[in-house]
């Protein structure tokens, strides 16, 4: 049974940095792919980006364009680790952050694609 636990969320001020990990088990993810969503208050989850385990290509949305160049996903084969490092934080990117999994490649994901979901880990950016 695939599991997917997220770690790194906190409170910050506007303007610092997190890096968000995501730790799977359950079976090796070679041939597919993970990303990120957000649920931030009052809006629906939204896609952040993701990667393709094999070859670590990242995609992510054009939008929001608000998230574009201050998100950056990366991985690690050996721990089975997906990460989102998260720059430049502003209030608006509050919310809860959720890692997901695929069980094929497709890197530009939608909420119907996600096969397995984390429980959610709370980001906090108060300015």
């Known amino acids: 049974q695939v599991q997917l636990v997220e770690s790194g969320g906190g409170s910050v001020q506007t303007g610092d940095s997190l890096r968000l990990s995501c730790s799977a088990s359950?079976?090796?993810?070679?041939?597919?792919?993970m990303g990120w969503f957000r649920q931030t208050p009052g809006k629906e989850r939204e896609f952040v980006g993701a990667?393709?385990?094999?070859?670590?290509?990242?995609?992510?949305?054009d939008y929001p364009a608000p998230m574009k160049g201050r998100f950056t996903i990366s991985r690690d084969n050996a721990k089975n680790t997906m990460y989102l490092e998260m720059n430049s934080l502003k209030p608006d990117d509050t919310g809860i952050y959720y890692c997901?999994?695929?069980?094929?490649?497709?890197?530009?994901?939608?909420?119907?694609?996600?096969?397995?979901w984390g429980q959610g880990t709370q980001v906090t950016v108060s300015s």
């Open positions: 990667i393709r385990w094999n070859d670590g290509t990242t995609y992510y949305p």
């Open positions: 359950g079976r090796t993810f070679s041939g597919h792919s």
């Open positions: 997901a999994a695929t069980n094929d490649e497709t890197i530009d994901l939608r909420v119907a694609f996600v096969d397995y």
